[in-house]
Every structure is written in C-alpha cells, then in structure tokens.
C-alpha cells in the first residue's frame, strides 16, 4: 500500500476536464451502514462505471489489496479481542463488501482483479487484546490511505464517490478502533494521510 | 446670450460624461478616454467557503470548549483537527492565488475565542457542534466532485474526518 500521495498540480482550481460526462453516481459504493455516512454528491441519476485510466487502476488495484488484507487480518483480531466480538463482525462485514464492490468496479473498468492472498505479514505481532486493537488500527489506517489514493487518483466523480465511501468508513472504524482502546486524539485531522 | 447657450451646453456634455461615468456607458468614450469596458471581477476560488465554514466551526470549538471545561477533553482533538484543516485550506488557497494571499494570511489562522455565544448548555453545544460537523461534511463532499485530483483527495480526507467527529460525538 505504498500508492503515490496526491501533490497539488497547477490548475487546481478547475474541474477536471470531462468531469461532467460522467453522473455521479453510488452504485456498486456498499455502504457499511455508518450514520456518518454522506452519500457521495447528488446521485440521483445513476451511471455506468466506465473504464480505468491507468492511474486509477493502479490506486485501485492498491485499494483491492488492503481491502483483502483487511478481510483476512481482522480474522486474526477476532482471536484475541473477544469482547470486541460485535465491532469486529460490522467491521470485517464491511470490509467484505468493499472487496468485492471493489473487485466488481476493476472487472466493469476492464481490469483483471488479483486474487487475495493465502496470508498476510501483518504490522504487530499479535499476542493480547491490545496487540490485536492495535492491528484493527493498522487495518483502518491502511485502508484509510488506499482510498485516498484513489480519490487523488481520477477524474471520474463515480469513482471519486466510490473512493470516498471507503476512505470515510476507514476513518470512522478508526476513530472506533482508537476510542475502544483509549488512544488520544481518536481522529486525525486528514484521513488516509500519512 | 450666446456665451449663455454655450455654457448650458457645455454643462450638459458635463453632466452626461459623469452619469455615463456612473452608469458605465458612454457615447462619447472613445473621446474623453474614460473606459466602458472593464474587467469583470475574477471568479472566486470555491475553497473560500469551505474555508468561512471551516473558521466558523473552529470558533464554535473554542467558545464551547471555553463555556465548558468539562466537555474539553472531548472538543479539544475536535478543535485541533478543524484548526488544522483550515491552515490546510489556507494553504492551499494561497498556493492557488499567491497574488490575493494578502487577504488570506490576513486572518488568523486559528480565532481567537469568545467571539461566537456558546449554547446554553453543555448537551446543546455537543448537539451543535455536532451538527456543524454534518454540515461540514456534506459541504466537502459536494466539493471533491469537481475539483482537481490534488483538492478532491484533500476535502475527500477532510469529509472523512468529520464524518468521524461525528461518530465520537454521537
């Protein structure tokens, strides 16, 4: 998940050129079912998912990636912090979504998904309830980064809505994550920013 | 009475030049130099309201949490991400237009506080606060749709995070 930070370009101002031939749209978004939800800008009138530039299809394929890490990882998390067993469950839910939403947008944009991998090396070695929270963080703030990079990453207001989904569900599981472990400040002022 | 007929009208092409002058057509243009054709004011950066709003929200932060000591462990993180978003959206801004990067850096970049009425109550200023976090976030993600990649990630990060404000207030 070493995706490119976005940097500011010259024109920032403008709307991106052929912004508009593309209606947003929040199908294919599955959304975790987080009250702090917005849905992503007027989707009224639905959109087909077009193809990737390539660009997109590498911040995407990135986001697959931490997307299927996370689905496997919070396995591990489940082992040891059993009283998180609900938090958990809604989480690795969502993440199960938002892989396969995820897979589904990169085979509609003419992109062969990678299949996820047997195992994963993860960030902490996971011995107790707190080395366990502190993976689900790692797991958030990964994800958190990947749809960054997508959002930073295209044109396409379809996508962009797609992208901020995930990037807002990541935050708030976050914030949870934090907050259930009682790290100070439980949000970050920039999501998916390192 | 002939110098009287010339000065009358001459007192009458003087009138005209100065309501044309006002209202910003004249015949006689190409004549007396004034112009009749000029710039239309620049069209506004969009990051400007999201930037009033930001402002707006962190003094809300700051009369609350001064109006209310106790709720200051939980507003204060709320208050130093939205103090950072708006000297993120003020650098941006200036990034963008160095030429008006007077105006901007004019303002401080994190309010002062008391100057915005705290809620009367600490449960109306988390409802509030709240609130402002809701309207915040919607109003970031109106902006990614149309703006550069670099922007779109940025209000995108922002929204985000507000829609995790709103989840430790909830």
């Known amino acids: 998940m070493s995706s490119p930070t976005p940097t500011p370009d010259p024109a920032s101002t403008d709307a991106p050129s052929g912004a508009s031939d593309t209606e947003s749209s929040g199908s294919g978004s599955p959304r975790a079912g987080s009250p702090q939800s917005v849905a992503p800008f007027s989707s009224s009138a639905a959109a087909a998912p077009g193809p990737l530039a390539p660009d997109a299809l590498a911040a995407m394929e990135s986001a697959l990636a931490a997307e299927q890490a996370a689905v496997w990882a919070y396995g591990l998390v489940a082992a040891y912090a059993r009283d998180d067993a609900a938090m958990i469950t809604e989480n690795r839910s969502g993440h199960l979504l938002r892989r396969d939403a995820t897979a589904a947008r990169l085979v509609a944009g003419g992109a062969q998904p990678t299949p996820p991998a047997p195992a994963y090396q993860v960030s902490v070695n996971v011995v107790d309830v707190p080395t366990a929270r502190q993976l689900a963080q790692d797991i958030e703030l990964d994800a958190a980064a990947a749809w960054r990079v997508v959002l930073g990453s295209t044109d396409d207001p379809e996508l962009r809505g797609f992208a901020l989904t995930g990037l807002s569900d990541a935050a708030v599981r976050l914030a949870m994550w934090k907050r259930v472990a009682g790290a100070t400040p439980a949000t970050v002022p920039f999501a998916g920013q390192a | ?170």
């Open chain 2, 1 to 170: 009475m002939r110098r009287r007929t010339f000065l009358s009208v001459v007192g009458g092409a003087a009138a005209l030049t100065i309501a044309s002058t006002v209202t910003g057509c004249s015949l006689f243009s190409g004549d007396d130099g004034a112009p009749t054709v000029v710039p239309a004011p620049a069209v506004s950066d969009p990051i400007t309201g999201l930037i009033a709003t930001t402002r707006l929200h962190v003094l809300r932060l700051e009369a609350a949490i001064a109006a209310y000591p106790d709720q200051a462990p939980l507003l204060t993180p709320l208050r130093d991400d939205r103090a950072a978003q708006l000297a993120g959206l003020e650098a941006e801004y200036a990034r963008v237009n160095p030429s008006a990067t007077g105006a901007s850096s004019a303002a401080p970049t994190v309010p002062a506080s008391g100057q915005v009425a705290a809620p009367a109550s600490p449960e109306a200023a988390i409802s509030s606060i709240r609130g402002d976090a809701a309207t915040a976030q919607v109003q970031f993600t109106d902006a990614v749709s149309n703006a550069s990649r670099y922007r779109a990630a940025l209000y995108g990060s922002i929204a985000a995070t507000l829609a995790s404000h709103r989840a430790i207030l909830a």
